[in-house]
């Protein structure tokens, strides 16, 4: 199928991951052509953790997409969707971190204590950082592929936690956070539904056996 032979191209990789700059180079175009607005680093704070959601809820629908498309090649991108999501959350926490507290870590620590959607926010940004460094086939290696699989089940912890944290974060106008919550929703479900229906249909395929042995 010419899906299939694209997806499993080895060139293909390249197109997707400058796709995937095409939000952090846009915004030092703005930069350079002075229109990030009248507060700068409000913009780019709101841009990068935007794009963190984004590339978040994109590597959850990975999944999703190979089961209702018939395309298990989708997952050679997830790993670099996983990783441009930590990317853009870096950036996001840089802008925090530098531009806006000055590397106050004092400030910083009263944030993250007083500040409830400081706190989801990091904690989300927290549970990345073991998915980036643990992203590897060397890494799947020395876990173990079911102890790996566990630990990435961490995505959810920074989906949820990064919907919260937006949520918190806009108080009046809670639209866009609405509707990244109801994505990330959806696609857990689906997960949720998918597991039910392989342990079911594990559980016909063993009574099957069983009623063949006896008989």
Same mark, same amino acid.
């Given at each position: 199928m010419p899906w299939k032979r694209l997806l499993t191209a080895r060139w293909m990789k390249i197109p997707v991951f400058t796709l995937c700059l095409v939000p952090v180079l846009l915004l030092v175009w703005k930069y350079?052509?002075?229109?990030?607005?009248?507060?700068?680093?409000?913009?780019?704070?709101?841009?990068?953790?935007?794009?963190?959601?984004?590339?978040?809820?994109?590597?959850?629908?990975?999944?999703? *997409?190979? +089961?209702?498309?018939?395309?298990?090649?989708?997952?050679? #991108?997830?790993? =670099?969707?996983? &990783?441009?999501?930590?990317?853009?959350?870096?950036?996001?926490?840089?802008?925090?971190?530098?531009?806006?507290?000055?590397?106050?870590?004092?400030?910083?620590?009263?944030?993250? *204590?007083? +500040?409830?959607?400081?706190?989801?926010?990091?904690?989300? #940004?927290?549970? =990345?950082?073991? &998915?980036?460094?643990?992203?590897?086939?060397?890494?799947?290696?020395?876990l173990g592929g079911r102890r790996w699989q566990m630990l990435h089940r961490l995505i959810y912890v920074s989906a949820i936690a990064g919907v919260v944290h937006y949520y918190w974060l806009v108080k009046s106008d809670v639209r866009k956070p609405l509707i990244y919550g109801a994505i990330v929703f959806v696609l857990l479900a689906e997960r949720v539904v998918a597991a039910r229906r392989k342990s079911a249909a594990g559980r016909a395929r063993g009574a099957g056996a069983n009623l063949a042995a006896i008989k």
């Open positions: 350079f052509h002075q229109d990030l607005g009248a507060n700068p680093v409000e913009f780019i704070t709101h841009a990068t953790g935007d794009w963190t959601l984004r590339f978040l809820a994109i590597t959850l629908a990975v999944s999703p *997409l190979r +089961r209702l498309l018939g395309l298990p090649e989708l997952v050679r #991108f997830r790993r =670099m969707l996983g &990783l441009f999501a930590f990317f853009y959350g870096c950036l996001h926490f840089t802008t925090y971190l530098w531009l806006d507290k000055f590397f106050d870590f004092s400030e910083i620590g009263k944030d993250v *204590l007083k +500040r409830p959607f400081i706190t989801a926010g990091f904690a989300g #940004f927290v549970a =990345m950082a073991p &998915l980036a460094l643990t992203s590897t086939a060397g890494w799947i290696r020395r």
